[in-house]
C-alpha cells in the first residue's frame, strides 16, 4: 500500500466518523426536541398509562432529568466508545443485541453482492455491444430487474419456489434459508449493475486496444472477458459500495418477508417501538459497515486498475 | 472524487415516440392517474364493503384480484389505493425537492465557507441509505402517514439537493447570467427569472423518476407496518395487512405489488422518453 492509498484510507475514515457524529448529533437532538417522552417508550409505548412516580424514577435512572447539553456530552463520549446505552425494550445493552444478529445480515448482503456479480457479468459477456434479439431481451430484462422492489420479488419467489415448488424451505436457516432472501436482494442489484456495466462495455468495445488485440489474433470471448470486462467492471466496483448500502436497506425487508433473523428485523422492532438507543445503535453500526465497504471499494478499484496507483493521489477530490 | 462519479445508467436508443414500451407506459400511467382522480370510473365497488362470506375468494371474473380476508375487493381497493399513494409519492418529492432547493441554493449562491459546510452535510446524508433515514425519522416522530410521507421526502432530499447545487453552479458560471450581470440586473431577478428556471429544466427527469422511487419507498414502509394503517386502502398497508396470509392468498400482495412494479416501470420510461425527447443527441 503506497502513500497516496493511504491518505485516501485516511480520508475515508474521517468522513466515517463527521458521517457518524452528524447522524448521531441530528437524531439526539431531535429525540430531546420533538414532543414525546421516551420514559412512556421504555414503559410499555403509547398504549400504557403509568403513574408519574413510575415515569420520575425512570427519568431519573436514564438521566433525562439532567441538563441537556450534558446528556449530549454523554451521549457523544458514549458513541465513540461504541456504548449506545441500554435498549429501552430488550433491557439489554445495544451492542450485544447487535452483536447477535449482525452476522446474519452481513451473509444475506454479502452472498446478495455475489449473486448480483456473477449475474451482471454473465448477463454482459452474453449481450453486450450484439445486436439481436438476445442483446435487447437481455437489456431489458435488466431495466425490469433494477425496478423490482424486494417487498414484491420476495413474495414472487416465496410463492414461486417455496409454496408451490417446494424446492426450498418458507422459513430456512442455514445454507437453503438464504438462497431466496439472497435472490432477493440479488436481482435488482444485478439490473442495476448489468446497466451501468453494459453501457460501459459498449464505449470500451469501440476502443482501439480491442482492435489490436484482435489484429493480435485474439477470439471473441477472449476480447470480452480479458480486456474489455476490465476496463467495463470500474463503474460496476464503484457502485458496490453504494450497493451494499442498498442491500443493507433491502435486508430489512427481505428479512421481514422471509421471518429471517438478523438487525433488519431488529431495526423494525425498535421502530415500532421507538427505542431510539437501539435505533441509533443499528444506524451506526450499519453507517460503519458501508464505510467499511466503499474502503474496500477503493482499494479494489485500485487492484483492477493498475493505472490509479500513480495518479490516485494527484487526482485528488 | 474526479475517478469514482457514478455514471449515468440511462440510455437512450431509438426515439420513444416509436416504441411499444412508451406507449405501454404512457396508458398505464394514465390508467392509474385516473383511477387515482375518479377511482369509480374504473370499478363499481366499495373498498371497505365487508363481506365475510366471500373472504379468501381467489380471482375470478367477479373479483379479479380475488378478495381478502374480510372479503373486501383487492382490485376495488387497488384502485382506490391509487389516489392515496400517489399522493403520498407527490407529497414527499415535493418535500425533498423544497429541503433540496434550499440546501442546494444555499451551496449554490453562498460563500465558500457556506458552500463547504451544506456540501458536506448533503454529500453526508447522501452517502446514508434512505430507507434506514426514513426509518430513523419515523422512530423519533412516531408512527403516523404524516411521518411516512416526511420520512420519505427526507430521505429522498440529498439526491435532489446534489443536483440542484450541481445545476445552479453551472448555470451561475454560464455566459447568459454574466451577460445578465452586464446588463446590471439585480441578483434576486437573476435567481428567480434565469437561475433557477434553468436548474431545473433537466431535474424534470429525475422528479418523473424520483416519484417512482418515493412511492417504492413509501409503500415499503407500509409493507413494514409504518405508516398509513390496515384498513385503508392503500398500496403498502395493504402489502402489510396480506403479508399475513401470503400462502393462503397469493393475490393480497401480488396484486398490489405488481401494480406498484408496473407504474415506477412507467415512470422511468417516461421519465427516459422525455430525457430524450428535451435533449436531442444524448447527454451522458
Same mark, same amino acid.
Given at each position: 500500500m503506497n502513500g497516496s492509498v493511504r491518505l485516501r484510507v485516511l480520508r475515508r475514515l474521517a468522513e466515517a466518523v463527521l458521517l457518524l457524529l452528524v447522524v448521531g448529533t441530528i437524531v439526539f437532538f431531535l429525540e430531546h426536541l420533538v414532543p414525546g417522552d421516551p420514559a412512556r417508550a421504555i414503559l410499555g409505548g403509547a398504549s400504557a398509562h403509568p403513574s408519574p412516580q413510575a415515569l420520575a424514577a425512570v427519568r431519573h435512572e436514564y438521566g433525562f432529568d439532567r441538563p441537556l447539553l450534558a446528556q449530549y456530552g454523554s451521549f457523544l463520549a458514549g458513541l465513540l466508545r461504541l456504548?449506545?446505552?441500554?435498549?429501552y425494550t430488550l433491557k439489554q445493552s445495544v451492542l450485544s443485541a447487535i452483536g447477535g444478529q449482525l452476522g446474519s445480515t452481513l451473509a444475506l448482503t454479502l452472498t446478495a453482492l455475489g449473486i448480483a456479480w456473477v449475474l451482471s457479468v454473465v448477463s454482459t459477456l452474453a449481450g453486450a455491444g450484439r445486436n439481436g434479439w438476445w442483446a435487447r431481451i437481455g437489456a431489458g430484462v435488466e431495466v425490469i430487474a433494477a425496478a423490482l422492489p424486494q417487498f414484491w420479488l420476495g413474495v414472487v419467489l416465496l410463492l414461486v419456489f417455496? @409454496? /408451490? %415448488?417446494?424446492? %426450498?424451505? @418458507?422459513i430456512g436457516t442455514g445454507a437453503t434459508g438464504l438462497v431466496l432472501p439472497a435472490f432477493t436482494l440479488g436481482i435488482p442489484l444485478a439490473g442495476f449493475l448489468g446497466q451501468v456495466t453494459r453501457d460501459e462495455f459498449d464505449a470500451k468495445l469501440k476502443q482501439p486496444f480491442v482492435l489490436s488485440a484482435r489484429a493480435r489474433g485474439m477470439s471473441e470471448a477472449g476480447v470480452r472477458a480479458r480486456h474489455v470486462l476490465r476496463h467495463a467492471a470500474l463503474p460496476g466496483i464503484t457502485l458496490s459500495g453504494w450497493g451494499l448500502g442498498a442491500l443493507i436497506s433491502g435486508a430489512v425487508i427481505a428479512e421481514v418477508v422471509f421471518a429471517r433473523q438478523g438487525i433488519g428485523q431488529l431495526l423494525v422492532t425498535a421502530v415500532n417501538s421507538q427505542d431510539l438507543p437501539l435505533v441509533i445503535g443499528i444506524t451506526f453500526v450499519v453507517a460503519l459497515v458501508y464505510v467499511v465497504a466503499n474502503l474496500l471499494t477503493d482499494l479494489a478499484y485500485v487492484a483492477v486498475d493498475? /493505472? %490509479? /496507483?500513480?495518479t490516485i493521489g494527484a487526482s485528488k477530490a | 472524487m474526479s475517478v469514482l462519479t457514478v455514471p449515468n445508467a440511462a440510455r437512450t436508443r431509438?426515439?420513444?415516440?416509436? =416504441?411499444a414500451g412508451f406507449w405501454a407506459a404512457l396508458a398505464f400511467g394514465v390508467l392509474v392517474v385516473l383511477a387515482a382522480a375518479v377511482p369509480r370510473l374504473l370499478t363499481g365497488?366499495?373498498?371497505?364493503d365487508i363481506h365475510l362470506d366471500q373472504s379468501?375468494?381467489?380471482? =375470478?371474473?367477479?373479483?379479479v384480484f380475488g378478495t381478502d380476508q374480510s372479503g373486501r375487493d383487492v382490485f376495488a381497493r387497488v384502485v382506490y389505493g391509487a389516489g392515496q399513494s400517489l399522493l403520498i409519492g407527490l407529497g414527499a418529492t415535493a418535500l425533498g425537492l423544497a429541503g433540496a432547493v434550499v440546501l442546494g441554493l444555499l451551496g449554490g449562491l453562498g460563500g465558500r465557507a457556506l458552500d463547504a459546510v451544506t456540501t458536506r452535510f448533503i454529500e453526508v446524508l447522501y452517502a446514508f441509505p434512505g430507507l434506514l433515514l426514513a426509518l430513523i425519522l419515523i422512530a423519533v416522530f412516531g408512527n403516523s402517514a404524516g411521518t411516512q410521507v416526511i420520512a420519505v421526502g427526507v430521505a429522498s432530499m440529498p439526491g435532489y439537493a446534489r443536483m440542484v447545487r450541481g445545476q445552479v453552479l453551472a448555470v451561475r458560471g454560464s455566459g447568459y447570467v454574466q451577460a445578465e450581470r452586464v446588463l446590471g440586473r439585480g441578483p434576486a431577478r437573476i435567481l428567480v427569472r434565469t437561475v433557477l428556471p434553468n436548474a431545473f429544466r433537466p431535474l424534470a427527469v429525475l422528479i418523473t423518476l424520483g416519484v417512482g422511487q418515493a412511492i417504492v419507498w413509501a409503500a415499503a414502509l407500509g409493507f413494514l407496518g409504518l405508516g398509513v394503517q390496515p384498513p385503508a386502502p392503500e398500496w403498502g398497508a395493504m402489502l402489510n395487512a396480506g403479508r399475513d396470509y401470503v400462502q393462503q392468498a397469493w393475490w393480497l400482495d401480488f396484486f398490489p405489488g405488481a401494480v406498484i412494479v408496473l407504474f415506477t416501470l412507467s415512470l422511468t420510461v417516461l421519465g427516459r422518453a422525455v430525457r430524450a425527447v428535451t435533449e436531442p443527441g444524448g447527454r451522458r
Amino acid at each position: 500500500m503506497n502513500g497516496s492509498v493511504r491518505l485516501r484510507v485516511l480520508r475515508r475514515l474521517a468522513e466515517a466518523v463527521l458521517l457518524l457524529l452528524v447522524v448521531g448529533t441530528i437524531v439526539f437532538f431531535l429525540e430531546h426536541l420533538v414532543p414525546g417522552d421516551p420514559a412512556r417508550a421504555i414503559l410499555g409505548g403509547a398504549s400504557a398509562h403509568p403513574s408519574p412516580q413510575a415515569l420520575a424514577a425512570v427519568r431519573h435512572e436514564y438521566g433525562f432529568d439532567r441538563p441537556l447539553l450534558a446528556q449530549y456530552g454523554s451521549f457523544l463520549a458514549g458513541l465513540l466508545r461504541l456504548d449506545f446505552g441500554e435498549s429501552y425494550t430488550l433491557k439489554q445493552s445495544v451492542l450485544s443485541a447487535i452483536g447477535g444478529q449482525l452476522g446474519s445480515t452481513l451473509a444475506l448482503t454479502l452472498t446478495a453482492l455475489g449473486i448480483a456479480w456473477v449475474l451482471s457479468v454473465v448477463s454482459t459477456l452474453a449481450g453486450a455491444g450484439r445486436n439481436g434479439w438476445w442483446a435487447r431481451i437481455g437489456a431489458g430484462v435488466e431495466v425490469i430487474a433494477a425496478a423490482l422492489p424486494q417487498f414484491w420479488l420476495g413474495v414472487v419467489l416465496l410463492l414461486v419456489f417455496a @409454496v /408451490r %415448488l417446494h424446492w %426450498l424451505p @418458507v422459513i430456512g436457516t442455514g445454507a437453503t434459508g438464504l438462497v431466496l432472501p439472497a435472490f432477493t436482494l440479488g436481482i435488482p442489484l444485478a439490473g442495476f449493475l448489468g446497466q451501468v456495466t453494459r453501457d460501459e462495455f459498449d464505449a470500451k468495445l469501440k476502443q482501439p486496444f480491442v482492435l489490436s488485440a484482435r489484429a493480435r489474433g485474439m477470439s471473441e470471448a477472449g476480447v470480452r472477458a480479458r480486456h474489455v470486462l476490465r476496463h467495463a467492471a470500474l463503474p460496476g466496483i464503484t457502485l458496490s459500495g453504494w450497493g451494499l448500502g442498498a442491500l443493507i436497506s433491502g435486508a430489512v425487508i427481505a428479512e421481514v418477508v422471509f421471518a429471517r433473523q438478523g438487525i433488519g428485523q431488529l431495526l423494525v422492532t425498535a421502530v415500532n417501538s421507538q427505542d431510539l438507543p437501539l435505533v441509533i445503535g443499528i444506524t451506526f453500526v450499519v453507517a460503519l459497515v458501508y464505510v467499511v465497504a466503499n474502503l474496500l471499494t477503493d482499494l479494489a478499484y485500485v487492484a483492477v486498475d493498475p /493505472r %490509479l /496507483r500513480t495518479t490516485i493521489g494527484a487526482s485528488k477530490a | 472524487m474526479s475517478v469514482l462519479t457514478v455514471p449515468n445508467a440511462a440510455r437512450t436508443r431509438r426515439t420513444p415516440l416509436h =416504441s411499444a414500451g412508451f406507449w405501454a407506459a404512457l396508458a398505464f400511467g394514465v390508467l392509474v392517474v385516473l383511477a387515482a382522480a375518479v377511482p369509480r370510473l374504473l370499478t363499481g365497488r366499495d373498498p371497505l364493503d365487508i363481506h365475510l362470506d366471500q373472504s379468501f375468494d381467489p380471482p =375470478s371474473v367477479a373479483h379479479v384480484f380475488g378478495t381478502d380476508q374480510s372479503g373486501r375487493d383487492v382490485f376495488a381497493r387497488v384502485v382506490y389505493g391509487a389516489g392515496q399513494s400517489l399522493l403520498i409519492g407527490l407529497g414527499a418529492t415535493a418535500l425533498g425537492l423544497a429541503g433540496a432547493v434550499v440546501l442546494g441554493l444555499l451551496g449554490g449562491l453562498g460563500g465558500r465557507a457556506l458552500d463547504a459546510v451544506t456540501t458536506r452535510f448533503i454529500e453526508v446524508l447522501y452517502a446514508f441509505p434512505g430507507l434506514l433515514l426514513a426509518l430513523i425519522l419515523i422512530a423519533v416522530f412516531g408512527n403516523s402517514a404524516g411521518t411516512q410521507v416526511i420520512a420519505v421526502g427526507v430521505a429522498s432530499m440529498p439526491g435532489y439537493a446534489r443536483m440542484v447545487r450541481g445545476q445552479v453552479l453551472a448555470v451561475r458560471g454560464s455566459g447568459y447570467v454574466q451577460a445578465e450581470r452586464v446588463l446590471g440586473r439585480g441578483p434576486a431577478r437573476i435567481l428567480v427569472r434565469t437561475v433557477l428556471p434553468n436548474a431545473f429544466r433537466p431535474l424534470a427527469v429525475l422528479i418523473t423518476l424520483g416519484v417512482g422511487q418515493a412511492i417504492v419507498w413509501a409503500a415499503a414502509l407500509g409493507f413494514l407496518g409504518l405508516g398509513v394503517q390496515p384498513p385503508a386502502p392503500e398500496w403498502g398497508a395493504m402489502l402489510n395487512a396480506g403479508r399475513d396470509y401470503v400462502q393462503q392468498a397469493w393475490w393480497l400482495d401480488f396484486f398490489p405489488g405488481a401494480v406498484i412494479v408496473l407504474f415506477t416501470l412507467s415512470l422511468t420510461v417516461l421519465g427516459r422518453a422525455v430525457r430524450a425527447v428535451t435533449e436531442p443527441g444524448g447527454r451522458r
